[in-house]
C-alpha cells in the first residue's frame, strides 16, 4: 500500500512481516544483488521494472557492502530457479537471510507509472493485516527520508584501509564515508590509488592529518541538507586539498560551496541514463542512484 492509499495485492517474496520505506524504481535489467546491497539504498522500497528478476541467482561477490540495505524489494516475477556459473543461492533465500520482506506478482508497470506520475512516496508491505486504515496510520507514523540523517546508519564504525596489501599506488586519497559502494572503492583501487577509508563524522584536522593526494566525498543515502556536519566540515577542506565527490559526496561539496538541494520528485535510479555533455555534445549512457539534486551554487 502507498502513502495515498494506492494498494497493490500480491505474493510474499522473502520473509514474512512488514517493512515502511519510500517507494522507488529502478530501471536497470540486471544488477539487482548490487542495488540491494547499496547504501543509498537505506530507508527506500524498490521496484525493478524489468519483469524478471532473480534468474542469475546471488553470489558473495557481486556486493556493494555487507548486507542488504534497501528495505524492500517488489518484482513482477521473482525467480526461484537461476542458471548462471557464478551463482551461489538464489534471490529469495537471499532475502531472507537478510529478513527483507518483499512482494511480487503485481503490475510493476503500473506501480512505475503511478510513482512517475505522483512522486516518490511512504508505502508499507505486510503479511500481517489487510486492514487498509491500520496500514495507513503505520506509515502517518513512520518518518520521511527528508530532513533525516540516514548517512549515520551506513557509514563505517572507524577508519580502514580499503585493500591493505597493496604497495605500488600512484597517489593516496582518503575517503570519507558516506555510505560508499564497495564497486567504487574497486575502481579507485584498479587505478593505482591508496584508500583510507574514514567515518562520515571524521573532523577535518584528522583527515588532514593523513596527508592524502585528495580527498573523496563517497555515495550515501539520503537528505544531503540533513548531514550538515559533513556539510560544516567539508567547508573547512575546501582550498586544502583537491576534492571530488560523487552522488550524495558530490551534493554535500555543492552545499558547502553554496548551493542548494532539493527532492526530486520520483529520483533517478537506473543503469540506464543517458547524459549528454553540452560542451561537445558527447552523450554517455550512466549509472545513477539519487533522489535530490543539487540548485545553482550562489554567485
Not at 36 to 42: A, Q, V
Not at 77 to 87: K, T, V
Not at 95 to 119: C, M
Request: proline fraction near 4%.
Amino acid at each position: 500500500m502507498l502513502e495515498d492509499g494506492k494498494l497493490f495485492k500480491g505474493e510474499n517474496i522473502g520473509c514474512s512481516g512488514e517493512t515502511i520505506g519510500e517507494v522507488v524504481f529502478n530501471t536497470s535489467m540486471i544488477g539487482y544483488q548490487e542495488i540491494l546491497t547499496d547504501p543509498s539504498y537505506c530507508e527506500q522500497i524498490v521496484t525493478m521494472t524489468y519483469p524478471q528478476i532473480g534468474n542469475y541467482g546471488v553470489n558473495s561477490i557481486d556486493v556493494e557492502s555487507d548486507k542488504i540495505q534497501a528495505k524492500g524489494l517488489i518484482v513482477k516475477e521473482c525467480f526461484n530457479y537461476y542458471s548462471n556459473w557464478r551463482a551461489e543461492g538464489s534471490l529469495e533465500d537471499y532475502l531472507k537471510k537478510y529478513n527483507i520482506v518483499g512482494l511480487a506478482g503485481i503490475d510493476t508497470r503500473q506501480l512505475t507509472r503511478h510513482i512517475r506520475l505522483e512522486g516518490a512516496m511512504k508505502g508499507i508491505i505486510s503479511t500481517e493485516t489487510k486492514a487498509e486504515s491500520e496500514l495507513k496510520k503505520k506509515m502517518e507514523d513512520y518518518p520521511s527520508i527528508t530532513k533525516r540523517d540516514l548517512v549515520k546508519y551506513v557509514t563505517c564504525d572507524k577508519p580502514y584501509i580499503y585493500n591493505p596489501k597493496k604497495g605500488d599506488y600512484k597517489q593516496f586519497v582518503v575517503a570519507v564515508d558516506f555510505g560508499v559502494k564497495m564497486g567504487i572503492l574497486k575502481c579507485l583501487d584498479w587505478e593505482g590509488f591508496r584508500i583510507i577509508v574514514v567515518p562520515a563524522s571524521t573532523k577535518p584536522e584528522e583527515i588532514l592529518k593523513y596527508n592524502p593526494d585528495g580527498i573523496f566525498l563517497s555515495n550515501g543515502p539520503g537528505d544531503p541538507a540533513a548531514v550538515n556536519y559533513a556539510v560544516t566540515n567539508i567547508k573547512e577542506l575546501i582550498g586544502k586539498k583537491p576534492i571530488f565527490g560523487i552522488c550524495l559526496g558530490h551534493q554535500l561539496l555543492a552545499l558547502a560551496l553554496g548551493a542548494k538541494t532539493y527532492k526530486l520528485k520520483f529520483g533517478h535510479h537506473g543503469g540506464n541514463y543517458p547524459v549528454k555533455n553540452l560542451r561537445t555534445g558527447k552523450i554517455e549512457i550512466t549509472s545513477q542512484n539519487h533522489g535530490f539534486a543539487q540548485g545553482r551554487i550562489q554567485a
